[in-house]
């Protein structure tokens, strides 16, 4: 069963454009989850979606957003970006399921680097 | 808000000492924690979940415990190899209406030394 894919792996903006992040879940997960991770802050917690819906957001501006297609892939969006923006992007699947056995797989992230 | 912190930050030990990172979170309403490695530039590889009503879990060298009441688990690795070398994160989801937001430690960056 394949993993988490992230795409691009990599990429480099400059200040005030936007990016478009993209997360595959592995197949059957209905879970997607998305982190920031930077040197300074380690990872944060960005937004978490279910059956297309956000359920949970973390406390980043407005800037940063998502969304889940039908079949459970992710975006993310990041416009007007900043340097302080820079950073390891990772997406989490599960399957969400009860009981406390569910475990969280990562991708690879995507490295951005705003210039 | 949920805090965890892991200690010790860095550990650098000779190969086959047996090690222990420490785990610490402030709210004990988990719905479970999960031990993870990280090697430079990639993504989080996942090494053992605890489900909050669970004590410990064992994957091979791995044993990962779980004390809810003080809020602590421990990740212990036996018979160390220079592989083992990575950053250990440490996460504890709180299920509920927060599922899937995990809150991370700082890790502890390990390497291991032939």
């Known amino acids: 069963k394949a993993g988490v894919t992230q795409t691009p792996r990599y990429l480099i903006k400059t200040r005030g454009q936007q990016v478009t992040l993209s997360c595959s879940p592995i197949?059957?997960?209905?879970?997607v989850s998305w982190y920031q991770q930077t040197p300074g802050q380690g990872l944060q917690f960005l937004f978490e979606?279910?059956?297309?819906?956000?359920?949970n957001k973390g406390n980043f501006p407005g800037r940063f957003s998502g969304r889940q297609f039908s079949n459970s892939r992710s975006e993310m969006n990041v416009s007007t970006l900043e340097l302080g923006d820079s950073a390891l992007y990772l997406c989490a699947s599960s399957l969400a399921i009860a009981g406390g056995r569910d475990t969280q797989y990562f991708g690879p992230g995507t490295r951005l680097t705003v210039l | 808000k949920q805090e965890v912190t892991q200690i010790p930050a860095a550990l650098s030990v000779p190969e086959g000492e047996n090690l222990v990172l420490n785990c610490s979170f402030t709210?004990?309403?988990?719905?479970?924690l999960q031990w993870f490695r990280q090697d430079p530039g990639k993504g989080l590889t996942s090494l053992l979940l605890i489900q909050s009503s669970q004590r410990e879990q064992t994957s091979g060298r791995l044993n990962a415990s779980l004390d809810k009441s003080s809020g602590r688990s421990t990740l212990y690795i036996a018979a160390s190899q220079p592989g083992d070398s990575a950053t250990y994160l440490c996460a504890v989801n709180p299920g509920g209406t927060s599922y899937g937001k995990l809150t991370f430690g700082q890790g502890t960056i390990l390497t291991v030394h032939p």
């Open positions: 709210d004990s309403a988990i719905y479970n």
């Open positions: 979606y279910f059956s297309e819906t956000q359920r």
């Open positions: 197949s059957g997960h209905r879970s």
